[in-house]
């Protein structure tokens, strides 16, 4: 092939690759423009060994363990949720700022306050990282955010919303006993003994008579999966709670052998504040014990206590009498 011949092809060759080159360069710029945020944290949330944070009524340090699990500073026992602490931990490294103003603009914003709105630090081996939010710009939406070298930066409002969240908010429910209703053998509720005889429950002391099976059924699936809302890990006296006399004590029996006594308390007097919606928690919550746990005081839903509320004569089931009179009548005619 002559050298003419060659020539166009050369130059389409050319021509592609500049055009190639062209479209990377537009494609850089435009993730450039898209992706304008500022980070304020530059180290990763898997480096993060301490957190911690004030501002609405909430003062929380979390720690990292030497395993690798969170724990709360001023109580280290209370039982935390980790994959709700690691996603909080990457809220905040994850934090970006719209934009930094310059030293010409900050005469134009309300100079910092002695009462900041919020604090967060992190801590990444030697690495610290403390970010002030201070005053809020309710027309544009954003807080003013200074950051521990001196720079000032606009961070939107909805982004920093429910980061300090109370120690309840991160949270881990406890079960009472690792071991289900069908492991448990018998049960006794005050006075009222029950016993599991070929899959029917029976009164320990009153064999004979007809038992209501699904409400014996609902006090012990209630023990066996019933979830905590807190923990008081340094309780005071049981007369504190009213767990020195509670308003029931049962005791499930299970088939190796082994018991598990659990009381109810009081009513606990507050209801909690819900710090992430700023609403008050409405839930009634009662004090217990069990010495599966001993030296924990928990709180728990106070309508677990209500399949508890029994007699001999409230727990006789009716159902077959009913059924029997039905069946005569229907003999009858």
């Not at 008050?280 to 001993?294: I, K």
Request: overall charge negative; glycine content about 6%.
């Amino acid at each position: 092939m002559n050298r003419k011949k060659m020539l166009p092809l050369v130059l389409l060759a050319a021509g592609a690759v500049l055009l190639g080159v062209l479209l990377a360069v537009l494609t850089c710029e435009n993730e450039a423009e898209e992706d304008t945020g500022i980070p304020l944290v530059d180290f990763a949330a898997e480096d993060v060994d301490e957190l911690a944070y004030s501002g609405n009524n909430v003062d929380v340090t979390l720690l990292k363990g030497s395993e690798g699990n969170w724990m709360l500073d001023s109580d280290p026992t209370l039982p935390l949720e980790q994959s709700a602490v690691q996603s909080l931990v990457e809220k905040f490294t994850d934090l970006t700022a719209a934009r930094q103003l310059q030293d010409s603009e900050l005469g134009e914003i309300p100079a910092m306050s002695d009462t900041p709105a919020m604090v967060f630090t992190l801590k990444a081996g030697k690495m610290t990282r403390t970010l002030t939010v201070d005053q809020l710009n309710d027309v544009a939406g954003v807080y003013y955010v200074y950051d521990d070298a001196g720079g000032v930066y606009t961070v939107a409002k909805s982004d920093l919303n429910n980061l300090c969240k109370a120690p309840r908010s991160l949270y881990a429910a406890q079960s009472l006993t690792d071991k289900t209703s069908d492991d448990v053998t018998a049960l006794t509720v005050g006075d009222l003994q029950f016993v599991l005889n070929d899959g029917t429950w029976q009164l320990a002391d009153d064999a004979d008579y007809t038992l209501d099976q699904s409400a014996v059924k609902r006090m012990v699936s209630t023990l066996c999966e019933m979830q905590t809302e807190w923990s008081i890990t340094t309780p005071e006296a049981d007369s504190a709670y009213g767990l020195d006399a509670p308003d029931v004590t049962a005791v499930l029996t299970f088939t190796d052998g082994t018991q598990l006594t659990v009381r109810f308390g009081d009513l606990v007097p507050e209801a909690a504040d819900d710090t992430d919606t700023g609403s008050t928690t409405t839930t009634s919550l009662c004090y217990l014990a069990s010495d599966g746990a001993p030296g924990i005081v928990y709180e728990v839903k106070a309508a677990h206590k209500d399949a508890f509320a029994v007699t001999k004569e409230s727990l006789l089931d009716t159902s077959t009498k009913e059924t029997a009179a039905a069946d005569d009548v229907v003999a009858e005619h």
